[in-house]
Structure formats: structure tokens, C-alpha cells
């Protein structure tokens, strides 16, 4: 299960690192990359978001909460591919900007999960 502290943390370093690549793109003038930086971390943004809901929604085992689920399974699946599609079969975004703002979201992931582990495991050591 995931944290909301976590999610806060993925949420900004992860729109923050996005940020700062979108920034460098239109330091290089290319301002179409950097509004693709920005359209890569939004859509797997709110496909981590989803996807955390529907595990947080099933964990929770409560009843009125499993109502939920196919909602946000719609949401996931369905309506995030296809928009995902429409998106890249446009054309208008540049794929490296695409790419490098899902990348942003994935290696903010991968610190704040590593820096969390670490922090939990030192937390560990001092109680034992």
C-alpha cells in the first residue's frame, strides 16, 4: 500500500522535475517539447493516481467503498488509453518530450520510493 505522504512526495518531486525538464526544453526554444513534458507527466500522473485509487479502494475492503472501483477502472483503462492514443497519434506533440515527461514521473518514483525504504528501514534498526 502507498501512502499518502508517499504520493504527496511522488506527486511533487515528480511535477517538479517535470518542470525543470519542460524548462530546459524551452531554454533550447523548443516549446512544443516542453508542452509535451508537461501532457507526458499529466497523463501518467493521472494514471499512477487512478491505479492507486482502485488499490487503495480494494485494500480498504469496505463495501461502500468497492462501488468505486468500476469507476475508476473506467477511468484507468478505457479513457487514459484512449486519450493516450488520440494524443500520440496527433502528432502535434514531439515524442521526446512525451517520453521525457514520463520519465520525470518514473525516476520520481523510483528516488522517493528508495528514499522512504531507506528512511523505513533506519526506522526499523532504531525500534529493534
Known sequence: ?????????????????STAVALAFLFFKDWKASLAVGVGAS????????LFQIFHLVASGQKTDRGKVPFYLLLKFPVMYLAGFFILKSKFFPMAGILAGISAFFVSFA???GFFGLR???LNKRVA
Open 1 to 17: 500500500m502507498v501512502s499518502n505522504k508517499l504520493f504527496r512526495w511522488i506527486v511533487f518531486s515528480g511535477f517538479g522535475l
Open 43 to 50: 497523463w501518467i500522473f493521472l494514471s499512477f493516481f487512478f
Open 111 to 113: 528516488a522517493c520510493r
Open 120 to 122: 523505513q528501514n533506519a
